[in-house]
T-cell receptor
Framework: AAGVIQSPRHLIKEKRETATLKCYPI?????VYWYQQGPGQDPQFLISFYEKMQSDKGSIPDRFSAQQFSDYHSELNMSSLELGDSALYFC??????????????FGPGTRLTVL | AQTVTQSQPEMSVQEAETVTLSCTYD???????LFWYKQPPSRQMILVIRQEAYKQQNATENRFSVNFQKAAKSFSLKISDSQLGDAAMYFC?????????????FGTGTRLKVLA
């Protein structure tokens, strides 16, 4: 079965640079979630989209923005990168209708290292 | 706001033995979902088991079972016949059933070591 795809899997950037993380949800899934997991920490919710509209917002810095496109893939854009942005970024997807109860399926994550 | 607490940063269990990981949560909602996720060194988030709050029966998945105490807001995970492959970080997570707020709230995790 198809899973959530994230690219790139690893990314190394310098401070003050920008980064774009991409997420391709499971086919037919209409909702995408982004989480940030710092070293030794639990995943923290950043933002979610349903049908290309932002549906919920968490502790996402103003330097970050995200969007969901017509094919339901999503991109997380990160600007003015700081050392503290080094983390594993998870994308998860879900289907809003049916009996699945909006269960989220996680991608493998993108490991971002800021030097 | 909902919170999830895992009070055991690390646990150890002998291979083939049973171990219980604790999780408590705080919420004013009556309908929600609770999950246990396993995160091995690959850091992939793997769903272990889920529990719907409206169901009184505790969920079971093979060697994994939960003890869900809704009134006490407790959701512990029992792993029976522990295997070396069970060694990982385990996260307890809460998800609201309120429309538009489906984000997961995770606990701080419990690192499980399995001793041969």
């Amino acid at each position: 079965a198809a899973g959530v795809i994230q690219s790139p899997r690893h990314l190394i950037k310098e401070k003050r640079e920008t980064a774009t993380l991409k997420c391709y949800p499971i086919p037919r899934h209409d909702t995408v979630y982004w989480y940030q997991q710092g070293p030794g920490q639990d995943p923290q919710f950043l933002i979610s989209f349903y049908e290309k509209m932002q549906s919920d917002k968490g502790s996402i810095p103003d330097r970050f923005s995200a969007q969901q496109f017509s094919d339901y893939h999503s991109e997380l854009n990160m600007s003015s990168l700081e050392l503290g942005d080094s983390a594993l970024y998870f994308c998860a997807s879900s289907l809003s209708s049916g009996d699945n109860d909006n269960e989220q399926f996680f991608g493998p994550g993108t490991r971002l290292t800021v030097l | 706001a909902q919170t999830v607490t895992q009070s055991q940063p690390e646990m150890s269990v002998q291979e083939a033995e049973t171990v219980t990981l604790s999780c408590t949560y705080d919420t004013s909602e009556s309908d929600y979902y609770l999950f246990w996720y396993k995160q091995p060194p690959s850091r992939q988030m793997i769903l272990v088991i889920r529990q719907e709050a409206y169901k009184q029966q505790n969920a079971t998945e093979n060697r994994f079972s939960v003890n869900f105490q809704k009134a006490a807001k407790s959701f512990s995970l029992k792993i029976s016949d522990s295997q070396l492959g069970d060694a990982a970080m385990y996260f307890c997570a809460y998800r609201s059933s309120t429309s538009g707020t489906y984000k997961y709230i995770f606990g701080t995790g419990t690192r499980l070591k399995v001793l041969a």
